[in-house]
């Protein structure tokens, strides 16, 4: 069984549509998100365009601030610092890795936790780790666990494995696991005989950064397989970090690559968006 994406995002965009209307006729406007570029990277470009896309189709805003590749610090921070002032705009992504003559830590940092939306400041991450009650959740795990809770698989008291340690996905994804009361083991590239500890699993969340690293001998029979990796082929063609096709037949159930968490991440930083602005017109 395939777990596309197509299900979670139209449940969402309902939901979505509804909650902006009630935002426009309380406050008279439609919130919005800044995104902010350095350079023309193609994936910055692509991610921008289809993040464009998605929150327009709900009502939400999109105001685009791009700088070029040698944008100075201070130009830079004086934008976010600007941003966050700025009441009209509820939430911000800003594309990363930056240039190396930017210092991206601190960079970072400079946005407030309040308009995060896509959990890249320290403050936002400590609210990952439940550290502090502000910020937001990065979008990529908190889509994983939106797949499994659109398709009625819990968490609770599942043996769960995560194949990757970043900060971006493995890290954050774990204590999102932990939240839902699953017993979770992160693994690597390093670990020893991976497969086996994969193969213990009765959730696998894959985000190894290899191109179809996990073949049929990583898994068993009745397993529901998350694959967070997306790559590109000397060919052209989209792939995970799961041989789709060989692992397909043998689990219970498998997120697809294109058309599983990638679609739904987009959807996850809409509802940031309107979440923020929601917290916003609370408080006026």
């Known amino acids: 069984m395939l777990l596309t994406g197509k299900e979670v995002v139209a449940a969402m965009k309902e939901d979505l549509q509804a909650r902006v209307a009630r935002l426009l006729e309380k406050q008279g406007r439609a919130p919005k998100l800044a995104i902010v570029r350095v350079g023309e990277r193609e994936d910055d470009l692509s991610y921008e365009r289809g993040a464009t896309k998605r929150m327009q189709s709900v009502g939400v805003d999109v105001e685009v601030f791009a700088f070029p590749e040698d944008v100075t610090g201070e130009t830079l921070e004086a934008k976010l610092e600007e941003i966050n002032a700025d009441d009209t705009i509820a939430g911000c992504l800003l594309f990363r890795p930056l240039p190396d003559h930017l210092d991206e830590d601190h960079v970072r940092n400079v946005l407030s936790s309040d308009k995060d939306v896509d959990g890249i400041t320290d403050e936002s991450m400590a609210a990952v780790y439940n550290l502090s009650g502000r910020g937001f959740s990065p979008c990529t795990p908190q889509a994983c666990i939106r797949i499994l809770d659109h398709y009625g698989y819990d968490l609770k008291g599942k043996r769960v494995v995560i194949v990757g340690r970043s900060l971006v996905v493995g890290k954050p994804l774990a204590m999102l696991c932990l939240a839902r009361h699953a017993t979770v083991t992160v693994c690597?590239?390093?670990?020893?005989?991976?497969?086996?500890?994969?193969?213990?699993?009765?959730?696998?969340?894959?985000?190894?950064?290899?191109?179809?690293?996990?073949?049929?001998?990583?898994?068993?029979?009745?397993?529901?397989?998350?694959?967070?990796?997306?790559?590109?082929?000397?060919?052209g063609k989209l792939v995970g970090d799961v041989r789709q096709a060989e692992v397909d037949p043998i689990v219970a159930a498998l997120t697809p690559v294109p058309g599983g968490v990638g679609t739904v991440t987009t959807s996850v930083l809409v509802e940031h968006v309107v979440q923020a602005a929601e917290k916003r017109a609370a408080m006026a």
């Open 188 to 235: 690597h590239t390093r670990t020893v005989d991976l497969a086996a500890r994969v193969r213990e699993a009765e959730i696998v969340f894959v985000a190894a950064g290899q191109a179809e690293m996990l073949g049929p001998e990583f898994f068993t029979p009745g397993q529901i397989v998350v694959d967070v990796g997306i790559h590109v082929t000397d060919e």
